[in-house]
């Protein structure tokens, strides 16, 4: 809905309901504040280089669930209703920037030689408006599973109490390597420390910073302006702007994440594959309530892309993955992976693969299938045990059975393949189609050399090796007289137990011709 619209039509608690009001309306007004005035601007830290990954890709690119952990971020700053996005990029900036492409309302913003999280926030406020006046919401790319009902909240307690910064704090156990939060004795936040910076008492706190804020936009830029590099990095720390701003007299509010884990940044691998099951439980349980049955949680993975309809049931060890969509009642696993396929509602799945595919309702697949991009199985079609299918289309109520290669073919409804089918469809340089038509039958092993079409309702021989085109009912065979060799083992492979074999039944059948 546009801001016209949703003017026009007024909030939603104006509806003579008192029971309305309260909670939901403080909640309501302070997004209402955020779409209609241009209150709230964020910036997303995205410049670093993340050494301790150890990659040729850029920290904030791996992924994540289907995203990257920058687009997670991202995807986040857009539920706000943020209009004014700025993403500070550095390292790697042209890479960070070509993933914007899909968030046509986050603007790149380059950081200079200055080095620092402040001097980041510096240039990106830099690049707001010049009247804004608002808020600032300050995210790093590298945190990606903040959800955004916890953003909602910092902004929820940052204007009630007119705070000039709040900030996300988290309560670890082992704080190791995070900057901690220092408060006063009346519980206030007076500064942040990093770890390389922090005495051993203040190493000590267990209330680390995740490094998520909101500020005033005024008073940020005043107190940035204010931040030096006198520190054990020689950077621009956006920590100090909290002790500044104390230091003012300036109220500083917090906001505590409400799991601490999902509040943690992505640095190294280890810290990927924790994120990785934090969210993936998180989607498989949102999935579960809304109908799904997973009856495996542990084995199951489920991309924050994916989409399944109820009543769809995951058996173990199963991943959907990408912009796969499954419609109600379908069947996948155990032992499945569907990257960026559609599965149609009744549709079973069985021990197979599938990527770029298209499954239709009540189509049977696997076991052991290999569904290659280009597929597309029409309602009712079957692609059976040690199936490979690419680039081909399967008519509704056709069968590949088993053992079968199709590979750029044109099947038409009602077709049976016999078991060893295969499409030739590769001449050493080019890929022709073959056309299967209409009810076609096919003797087991019958391989079709592409270009070649065989017309509706005709058949093939076992064995049958199809050159050129079949008229629609022919019988197309290979006919070649057998010939067997009379003693051709005993001569060839004397001495083996083959040979010896041989002559032993030829000897008892020669007595029995006798008798």
């Known amino acids: 809905m546009g801001r016209a619209a949703i003017a026009a039509a007024g909030p939603p608690w104006c509806n003579g309901s008192t029971t309305a009001f309260g909670a939901v309306r403080t909640r309501f007004e302070s997004w209402w504040r955020s779409v209609t005035e241009h209150n709230l601007a964020i910036v997303i830290l995205a410049a670093g280089q993340g050494t301790r990954m150890k990659s040729a890709t850029p920290k904030v690119l791996h992924r994540l669930g289907g995203r990257t952990l920058l687009g997670h971020v991202l995807r986040t700053a857009e539920s706000l209703g943020g209009d004014l996005v700025r993403v500070v990029v550095r390292h790697e900036r042209d890479r960070i920037v070509?993933?914007?492409?899909?968030?046509?309302?986050?603007?790149?913003?380059?950081?200079?030689?200055?080095?620092?999280?402040?001097?980041?926030?510096?240039?990106?406020?830099?690049?707001?408006?010049?009247?804004?006046?608002?808020?600032?919401?300050?995210?790093?790319?590298?945190?990606?599973?903040?959800?955004?009902?916890?953003?909602?909240?910092?902004?929820?307690?940052?204007?009630?109490?007119?705070?000039?910064?709040?900030?996300?704090?988290?309560?670890?156990?082992?704080?190791?390597?995070?900057?901690?939060?220092?408060?006063?004795?009346?519980?206030?936040?007076?500064?942040?420390?990093?770890?390389?910076?922090?005495?051993?008492?203040?190493?000590?706190?267990?209330?680390?910073?995740?490094?998520?804020?909101?500020?005033?936009?005024?008073?940020?830029?005043?107190?940035?302006?204010?931040?030096?590099?006198?520190?054990?990095?020689?950077?621009?720390?956006?920590?100090?702007?909290?002790?500044?701003?104390?230091?003012?007299?300036?109220?500083?509010?917090?906001?505590?994440?409400?799991?601490?884990?999902?509040?943690?940044?992505?640095?190294?691998?280890?810290?990927l594959s924790e994120a990785a099951r934090i969210l993936n439980a998180r989607v498989v349980r949102r999935w579960q309530r809304e109908g799904v049955t997973v009856q495996d949680p542990a084995t199951t993975w489920i991309d924050d892309t994916a989409t399944l309809a109820p009543d769809?049931?995951?058996?173990?060890?199963?991943?959907?993955?990408?912009?796969?969509?499954?419609?109600?009642g379908a069947t996948i696993g155990p032992d499945t992976s569907l990257v960026d396929t559609e599965v149609g509602a009744g549709a079973t799945v069985r021990r197979s693969d599938a990527t770029l595919a298209v499954i239709g309702a009540d189509v049977s697949v696997g076991p052991w299938a290999y569904l290659r991009a280009g597929t597309e199985l029409a309602e009712g079609a079957k692609a059976g045990t040690f199936v490979e299918i690419k680039n081909s289309t399967v008519g509704a109520g056709s069968k590949v059975p088993h053992l079968s290669y199709v590979g750029d073919a044109e099947i038409g409804e009602g077709v049976n393949l016999g078991a060893g089918a295969i499409t030739a469809n590769y001449d050493d340089v080019n890929k022709h189609r073959t056309v299967i038509g209409d009810h076609v039958h096919t003797g087991s092993h019958t391989v079709m050399i592409a270009p070649v079409t065989l017309g509706a309702g005709a058949k093939t021989g076992a064995g049958a090796v199809v050159r050129k085109d079949v008229p629609p009912g022919a019988l197309a065979m290979t006919v070649a007289p057998q010939r067997n060799l009379q003693g051709w083992v005993e001569n060839n492979r004397p001495g083996t137990a083959a040979a010896d074999a041989a002559i032993q039944a030829r000897t008892a059948q020669e007595a029995t011709d006798g008798e």
Do not use: W
């Open 312 to 328: 769809v049931t995951i058996l173990p060890n199963t991943h959907v993955l990408g912009a796969s969509t499954i419609a109600e």
């Open 98 to 271: 070509e993933s914007l492409a899909d968030y046509p309302g986050a603007v790149p913003v380059d950081q200079d030689e200055i080095p620092g999280t402040g001097r980041a926030v510096q240039v990106g406020i830099e690049a707001l408006p010049a009247d804004f006046d608002g808020d600032v919401l300050v995210l790093s790319g590298d945190v990606p599973l903040i959800e955004a009902e916890t953003f909602r909240a910092m902004l929820d307690e940052h204007r009630a109490r007119g705070a000039h910064a709040t900030l996300l704090g988290a309560h670890l156990a082992d704080p190791t390597g995070y900057g901690r939060v220092i408060r006063d004795a009346s519980g206030m936040v007076e500064r942040i420390v990093e770890q390389k910076d922090a005495t051993p008492e203040e190493a000590a706190t267990t209330e680390i910073n995740p490094g998520v804020y909101v500020f005033r936009a005024s008073s940020l830029r005043d107190a940035l302006a204010r931040v030096g590099t006198d520190n054990a990095q020689g950077e621009m720390y956006l920590t100090d702007v909290i002790g500044i701003l104390r230091r003012d007299g300036r109220a500083i509010a917090g906001v505590t994440a409400p799991d601490a884990r999902a509040a943690l940044g992505v640095n190294d691998r280890v810290q």
